[in-house]
């Protein structure tokens, strides 16, 4: 009897050994610190020859939870790859001069962020600024001598003065009372809103004083210099901008006179004007504004002054947006996106466009939006950041209109992949039970994975709503992955990139059939075999969230959720973020209290009488964008239904979690604990 004991014993501690060593991540397996070793290229820029690429190289340091940037150079062949900067400080905006023998760019190595020039030909580097706001935007005039930014200028608030005491001596007070009197008084990621305004400057390119071309209580942005060394901007000049978002106008100035030119007059937007190389048009990018959440942003062509406005991107459908004019005028370079897929295309004035590069890729390190940049040269070579979803983004470059093969020329995670058991990436594509809409979507399976087995699900739910997931690398998801979870990722109506109809259909209507659009997908995956439908989880950020709380009020399927960042009540989520004249004007036809039916009928709050899954909320502390109290709106009425529920605050952070690796880590690290705590 000792015996069948000691036997029986050994046994059972060989077995819950067994067990811990399957709940460990195998080495192989893309874990939580291999976020840390990831490098990435980021905005490349090309010389006006074609001949030389600068790039950033994104890498994040484990001691300071931060993202750093050095810039790079390679030449086109792909060899002479070398760096121009070292150090964990931010180098940024590169722009190259007419000639190619300089460029400019930002960097914060001094301790503030300043404007450099560096000589190409000596490699000597050096500030010629001594800002105390961040430039932006830098752009060279076309004989080189000057550089054209812009910056923020503070200003004082008038809205209330008061004329009370000082503290006596050595008295330790309170400390002032913060005065705000702005329609729009905070931003995520940027906190409360300071008063003043950003406006253009000049400076000559080999230092000096700069000098302020724009002034009033207005924002510029966007400025550029036409050829004859005038320069074009967009502002809202109307004073009525905060409360009337999207009206930004195009105006034209001579900087040696400040004699300023109004070229637009309807309604905007009016975003990103370009001047063609031979000084005769302006491209910009819009729409007609009716007031609604999604509107297909177009390509808009018009004479210098203003006159013969014309719409040339008829046939794309899709949004367009960082337009760059084609040496020769009669062409621009734009980017778009396309079923998911990231894309450079070439459009002429009559309207006939052409693919020029595909699978763009951004640096993101949370999920797997689509993104990424490009650069054109005189001679028409290009740079443009690419990857998968299995690989980071990397440099590529290509040549219009020869359309010789597209090629990568950087691999800067060849060896580390190299170790790294990946999941793999699978698209699918489903037919609608609602409509003849199809939705595309993603499977990401854990590494090792065998179709024999049965596994655990998550439906991973993006953001936006009007944006798009794509083939991207995302270590967010690959984490989950990475725990023995198939990932599944869609893009329900609502989402960008097929189409005006597609993306418009939840205006107003938000959510909707969107929600008929995820589970479909879900019916579609389980039909498949492999995933456990006693073991699905259900979890997204923002829209996402939205989403997922909508979810959970509609069905008891999953076993248990994470929504993150949410907006849970559109009444209180319209008074309280960080957009709020646009949100009520956009997002809906009429403010909270002149209809709140409006409002509660799409509000996930209103669904929570049904939930019974068991949930847990994560926002940043910090979120200016999906308040924190909308989280704790929907904890509270969580609990008070008795529905086993947590809160997960996460601290220094806003609305992108993925902000700083470790916050980002533990966002996966929380989702995937509650997860666990209910996987049967």
């Known amino acids: ?17 067994s067990l811990s060593i399957q709940a460990q991540v195998d080495a192989s397996y893309f874990d939580y610190m291999d976020v840390f070793e990831l490098q990435m290229v980021g905005t490349p820029e090309i010389s006006p020859d074609g001949n030389t690429i600068i790039y950033e190289r994104h890498q994040f340091d484990v001691m300071t939870d931060r993202r750093f940037t050095n810039l790079w ?43 450099f020039v560096r000589w190409m030909d000596s490699g000597v580097s050096t500030s010629i600024t001594s800002l105390t706001e961040s430039p932006g935007n830098l752009s060279w005039s076309p004989d080189g001598s000057l550089i054209l930014f812009s910056k923020f200028v503070p200003g004082s608030s008038s809205a209330v003065k008061i004329n009370i005491p000082s503290p006596p001596s050595g008295a330790k007070w309170e400390q002032s009372a913060q005065v705000i009197d702005k329609a729009v008084y905070r931003r995520d990621g940027g906190g ?76 905007g937007p009016h975003s990103s004007p370009k001047i063609s190389p031979n000084g005769e048009l302006i491209a910009y990018t819009g729409y007609d504004d009716q007031f609604v959440g999604y509107q297909l942003t177009d390509l808009y062509v018009m004479n210098r002054d203003g006159s013969n406005l014309r719409k040339v991107s008829q046939q794309v459908a899709n949004d367009i947006s960082s337009i760059t004019w084609a040496e020769n005028s009669q062409s621009i370079f734009f980017r778009y996106t396309e079923e998911s ?73 060849e060896q580390f992949l190299k170790s790294k058991n990946l999941g793999q990436v699978e698209e699918f594509w489903v037919e609608s039970s609602v409509d003849e809409f199809r939705i595309q979507g993603w499977i990401l399976t854990p590494p090792d994975f065998d179709p024999n087995d049965q596994y655990p699900m998550i439906l991973e739910i993006h953001g936006g709503p009007h944006t798009a997931y794509g083939p991207q690398f995302s270590p967010e998801l690959q984490l989950m992955a990475s725990r023995g979870y198939v990932v599944v990722y869609t893009n329900p109506r609502g989402s ?75 009444y209180s989520f319209v008074l309280t973020a960080d957009g709020a004249p646009y949100y009520s004007k956009y997002w809906f036809t ?52 008795g529905v086993e529920s947590a809160m997960v605050r996460i601290q220094g952070s806003g609305h992108g979690i993925a902000g700083k690796p470790s916050n980002l880590i533990r966002k996966v690290g929380y989702i995937l604990g509650w997860f666990e705590k209910y996987k049967k």
């Open 1 to 17: 009897m000792k015996s069948l004991k000691y036997f029986l014993s050994l046994l059972f501690l060989l077995y819950v050994s």
């Open 73 to 115: 150079s390679i030449s086109f062949s792909g060899d002479e790859h070398r760096p121009l900067t070292s150090g964990k400080s931010s180098f940024g905006n590169v722009v190259w001069s007419p000639s190619g023998n300089r460029i400019a760019y930002t960097s914060s190595e001094e301790g503030s962020n300043q404007i």
């Open 192 to 267: 409360y809103v300071k008063d003043g305004f950003t406006h253009i400057f000049v400076i000559s390119a080999e230092g000096g004083a700069p000098r302020q071309l724009t002034s009033g209580d207005y924002d510029h942005s966007s400025a550029s210099w036409a050829p004859d060394g005038n320069i074009i901007f967009t502002a809202d000049r109307s004073g009525n901008a905060d409360l009337d978002p999207n009206n930004e106008q195009i105006y034209e100035m001579n900087i040696e006179t400040g004699a300023m030119t109004k070229i637009t007059d309807k309604r």
């Open 341 to 413: 897929v990231a894309k450079v295309g070439n459009i002429k004035l009559n309207g006939d466009y052409t693919e020029v590069a595909q699978n763009l890729s951004s640096t993101t390190i949370g999920r797997p939006y689509s993104g990424g940049s490009y650069s054109v040269a005189k001679n028409g070579r290009f740079a443009f950041t690419t990857g998968t979803a299995t690989q980071p983004a990397e440099l590529g470059v290509g040549h219009f209109p020869t359309r010789m093969q597209n090629r990568t020329i950087t691999n800067l995670n």
């Open 496 to 570: 960008t990139s097929y189409g005006e109809e597609f993306a418009a259909y939840i205006n107003h209507n938000y959510p909707s059939e969107d929600y008929n659009d995820l589970m479909d997908a879900v019916d579609y995956i389980l039909n498949k075999g492999y995933v456990d439908e006693n073991q699905l989880f259900i979890t997204g950020g923002s829209g996402g969230g939205v989403l997922t709380a909508w979810s959970v009020g509609m069905t008891d399927r999953f076993a248990a959720a994470v929504v993150a960042k949410p907006v849970i009540n559109w």
């Open 590 to 641: 009429e403010k909270p209290w002149e209809d709140p039916d409006q409002y509660l009928e799409r509000s996930p709050i209103s669904l929570v009488g049904n939930v019974t899954t068991p949930t847990m909320l994560l926002t940043g502390e910090q979120d200016y964008r999906t308040p924190m109290s909308e989280t704790e709106q929907y904890y509270a009425a969580l609990k008070l239904q």
